[in-house]
């Protein structure tokens, strides 16, 4: 009730701020009116408000129906039409201005893609030659869905302490819900678990070997930055990626298909995100879907291309699982080995959300000069 309340004396309020600068317009008044029906405010307090209104300009008769029609009350309908009838001789609304124009990106022509795919590429293939070893802290957190319907639950969080020494990777469980532990493997954890996103993933899919098929397909804006979007398919008979269901101790190696997302200045892959095709019919798990970001983090005062995030989704029957993982606190190895484990608050969404590339393009349409409002 209290919230209700304060609603209503926050809309009033700024309705009657906007007619204590002058009169009121008539889109003022269908925005104070649409907001009173969103939020349910009492028909008769609404109708006495509109019946203190005096407009710049005139209030037409279909305008009173479409707002009955979203839902205006019988009082503040009958407030309005007295309104409208006092109107009359008041200059016709300006025009809406106009909505932004979305302007394309053009894509580049073919000799311009094959050479972004030829530099993303090498970066790619070059990637974990260029790290450093270090250590960081990846925290995963496990969700699981017993009804298919996305109705997902947290059930558990887990800390461990990830090395990447010699271009290998080595995982330590520090704690399971916030509560230490001693002696137990990333192998025994149980349940879904990830790994090889330190440049097992971007190998793969880039190495000649793989034969992965690839064709530009968009822009796109990604924190920020402008993104080539490269479509790819890994065949089943040349793939590598294995997806392994422990109660039948059985592992399939899948094909997949999916995106690339590289930078377009520095043609480095800044997300991959891919879905597992035509998986056995009488394999247990039915959908694996990945989606891995990665982004600049400093170590020893360098900069480097590091994972950032990724969330890895499968689905056996209805039940569904999602595993949420973040990468944070990279320190070098050797150097700067102390780390503090304690979880951080998740990533904000907008990280690893992709946005449009296009820009939009204000047109603008200059008004006819208003008439002076009638007294």
């Known amino acids: 009730m209290r919230?209700?309340?304060?609603?209503?004396?926050?809309?009033?309020?700024?309705?009657?701020s906007a007619a204590g600068q002058g009169r009121m317009t008539v889109e003022q008044l269908i925005t104070f009116i649409r907001s009173s029906i969103q939020l349910r405010h009492d028909d008769r307090k609404v109708a006495e408000y509109v019946k203190k209104v005096r407009l710049a300009d005139r209030l037409d008769e279909r305008v009173v129906e479409e707002l009955q029609g979203m839902g205006a009350g019988r009082a503040t309908v009958a407030a309005l039409r007295t309104l409208s009838a006092g109107t009359l001789g008041l200059p016709a609304p300006l025009p809406p201005a106009p909505k932004p124009v979305i302007v394309p990106i053009p894509p580049p022509n073919s000799i311009e893609q094959k050479r972004v795919m030829d530099e993303v590429s090498r970066n790619a293939l070059d990637y974990t030659q260029s790290l450093p070893n270090f250590i960081c802290l990846q925290v995963t957190r496990r969700y699981?869905?017993?009804?298919?319907?996305?109705?997902?639950?947290?059930?558990?969080?887990?800390?461990?302490?990830?090395?990447?020494?010699?271009?290998?990777?080595?995982?330590?469980?520090?704690?399971?819900?916030?509560?230490?532990?001693?002696?137990?493997?990333?192998?025994?954890?149980?349940?879904?678990?990830?790994?090889?996103?330190?440049?097992?993933i971007l190998r793969e899919i880039f190495s000649p070997e793989t034969k992965t098929d690839f064709q530009w397909e968009r822009w796109a804006t990604l924190r920020g930055r402008r993104m080539h979007v490269l479509g790819f398919r890994v065949p089943q008979a040349t793939s590598e990626y294995s997806i392994y269901h422990g109660p039948s101790a059985r592992k399939v190696i899948a094909g997949y298909h999916g995106f690339i997302y590289a930078d377009r200045d520095t043609r480095m892959v800044m997300r991959i995100r891919f879905e597992a095709d035509n998986l056995p019919v009488d394999f247990a798990i039915q959908k694996v879907e990945l989606d891995l970001n990665f982004d600049f983090s400093n170590i020893s005062g360098q900069p480097y291309l590091l994972p950032l995030k990724s969330e890895l989704r499968s689905r056996e029957g209805?039940?569904?699982?999602?595993?949420?993982?973040?990468?944070?606190?990279?320190?070098?190895?050797?150097?700067?080995?102390?780390?503090q484990f304690d979880v951080p608050d998740e990533l904000p969404a907008e990280q690893t959300t992709e946005q449009p590339a296009e820009q939009p393009t204000e047109q603008t349409v200059t008004p006819p000069p208003a008439a002076t409002p009638a007294n």
């Open 318 to 339: 209805k039940f569904l699982i999602k595993n949420e993982t973040e990468f944070r606190l990279y320190n070098r190895f050797g150097a700067d080995t102390s780390i």
């Open 144 to 200: 699981v869905d017993n009804s298919g319907l996305d109705n997902y639950r947290l059930m558990d969080t887990i800390a461990e302490r990830l090395s990447f020494f010699d271009h290998k990777e080595e995982y330590k469980v520090v704690s399971v819900n916030g509560v230490p532990v001693v002696g137990r493997s990333h192998d025994n954890l149980g349940g879904a678990t990830s790994s090889g996103e330190f440049g097992t």
């Open 3 to 16: 919230r209700w309340l304060g609603s209503l004396v926050v809309a009033i309020a700024l309705a009657i």
